[in-house]
């Protein structure tokens, strides 16, 4: 195995383990239908796990992703690559910038809530969280859709 093989290889591992959870994560604490508090923080703990495996193959990818480029400059002149790479970085900025502001009330109404009724609050909460998620996820399924066919 070459040494681009190998970064191949690892490029698209850490796309199965960075952007696989990452594409379900909403879905594992709405499809689990938390009828209560102590099941929704259950729920967010198995998210929160998920979330781990993501940035790490979040990171993995950048790298790998990167380093290919460098290794390929010609890359650097396509466009599914550039507007991959923007659309990545783009992603990326939405955890800081949109995702943590979202979910830091959601986790302190965790900490702060007493009783096992879930409060309409967190519906609401949960609701601006998981739509900036699922921009996110669709723009996850357009830059796989680029690395895959690379159309130009």
Do not use: C, D
Request: no cysteine; glycine share 6%.
């Amino acid at each position: 195995m070459t040494f681009y093989e190998l970064l191949v290889f690892i490029h698209v591992f850490s796309a199965i383990l960075g952007m696989g959870p990452g594409l379900v994560m909403t879905f594992v604490v709405t499809s689990a239908k938390p009828k209560n508090m102590t099941e929704l923080k259950h729920a967010f703990a198995i998210r929160n796990s998920l979330h781990i495996l993501t940035m790490i193959g979040g990171v993995l990818l950048l790298v790998t992703g990167l380093i290919m480029g460098i290794l390929n400059p010609y890359w650097f002149s396509q466009g599914w690559y550039i507007t991959s790479l923007i659309l990545y970085l783009i992603a990326l900025s939405f955890g800081p910038f949109l995702l943590k502001p979202r979910s830091v009330p959601i986790k302190k109404l965790f900490k702060t809530y007493e009783g096992e009724e879930i409060p309409e609050e967190y519906y609401r909460l949960s609701k601006r969280l998981f739509q900036v998620e699922h921009v996110e996820n669709l723009i996850f399924v357009v830059i796989i859709t680029l690395m895959i066919l690379k159309p130009f």
